[in-house]
């Protein structure tokens, strides 16, 4: 049983940063792959980032590679997602998700039916 908290979100203006945060607690032992996944108002779950917990393997949608960046702090058991000259198309809810799988391959971490665990959300809106 793994329970994961998002914060860090708010309102920010075209081209500033924003740094989420990502508490789990719990059975942390099993939280083996770790991604933040956003949703936008009618709009489809689309996947982030993601982030192999045993050595910080990374992997991004192509189209937030140099902007956004997924990092995590094993002593706090904390995923984190920096992000960077932000777009109003970022605006969105962002969760951040668990799951029990070493495995690390694009077909894999971009899935959410490979998470286990998530979050509750937390909002980013960015103005023009």
């Known amino acids: 049983q793994v329970q994961l908290v998002e914060s860090g979100g708010g309102l920010v203006q075209a081209g500033g940063s924003l740094r989420l945060s990502c508490a789990a607690s719990?059975?942390?032992?099993?939280?083996?792959?770790l991604a933040w996944f956003r949703q936008a108002p009618a709009k489809e779950r689309e996947f982030v980032a993601a982030l192999r917990w045993s050595d910080g393997r990374t992997g991004y949608l192509d189209s937030l590679k140099g902007r956004f960046t997924i990092s995590r702090d094993g002593a706090k058991n904390t995923l984190y997602l920096q992000m960077d000259k932000l777009k109003p198309e970022d605006t969105a809810i962002y969760y951040c998700a668990a799951g029990r799988s070493p495995f690390f391959s694009i077909n894999y971490y971009q899935n959410p039916e490979r998470y286990d665990t998530w979050g509750q959300g937390t909002q980013v809106t960015v103005s023009s």
């Open positions: 719990g059975r942390t032992w099993s939280m083996l792959s």
